[in-house]
């Protein structure tokens, strides 16, 4: 058994990453042999990084961040659903990043972008920078979504089409590889 988190990136009023994040949270449950938790960054509410020691030290005081790190302790893969603000990573993914290290390391990451024109490629490649300091493993196969408002609904649901789909299928199976390779490595 796997477990996958779905982490938003953004927490603003009325965002609307989360109507993404459900719909991926939704196909992950239908994989087999995985256990899916969508974490949204708006519910988990994080301050910006106050802890005292560096993440590496494992040395936490604050009780949210004791929270976050058995989280993502217990995670073998993630996904992001990344938006994209002024051609980069918004700041509350950055910050939930920030305030680990341990925790991320040797899991592979999935990302589902969007935007405008641009899908959140920019964003997403910003972010790879990031991700692979903390030794983690980021994807290739992404779903990048341009345009993305025209998929939801007017009951705010994200409607995929079979480009989508497809594209969404590939990084969820690339991401099982990963997760069942990379676990012998952790000693898990
Ligand atoms: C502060 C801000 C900056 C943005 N910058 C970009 C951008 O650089 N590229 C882009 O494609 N969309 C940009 N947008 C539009 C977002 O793609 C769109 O608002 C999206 O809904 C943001 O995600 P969220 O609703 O989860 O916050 C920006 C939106 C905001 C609020």
Known sequence: MHKIKIITSTTREGRKGVIIANWITELVKGMADVEAELLDLAEINLPLMDEPNHPKMKQYKHPHTLAWSRKIEEADGFIIVL??????????????????????????????????????????????????????????????????????????????DATIEKAAGTMLSELHRWMTILRPMRGA
């Not at 920030?98 to 490649?125: C, I, M, N």
């Not at 920078?129 to 609904?153: D, G, R």
């Open 83 to 160: 938006a994209e603000y002024n051609y980069g990573f918004p700041a509350p993914i950055k910050n939930a990043l920030d305030y680990l290290f341990q925790e991320w390391q040797h899991k592979p990451v999935g990302f589902v972008s969007y935007g405008g024109a641009s899908g959140g490629l920019r964003s997403t490649q910003m972010l790879k920078q990031v991700v692979t300091t903390l030794s983690m493993i980021p994807l290739v196969e992404q779903v990048a979504l341009s345009f993305f408002t025209k998929y939801i609904n007017e009951q705010s649901r994200f409607v995929a």
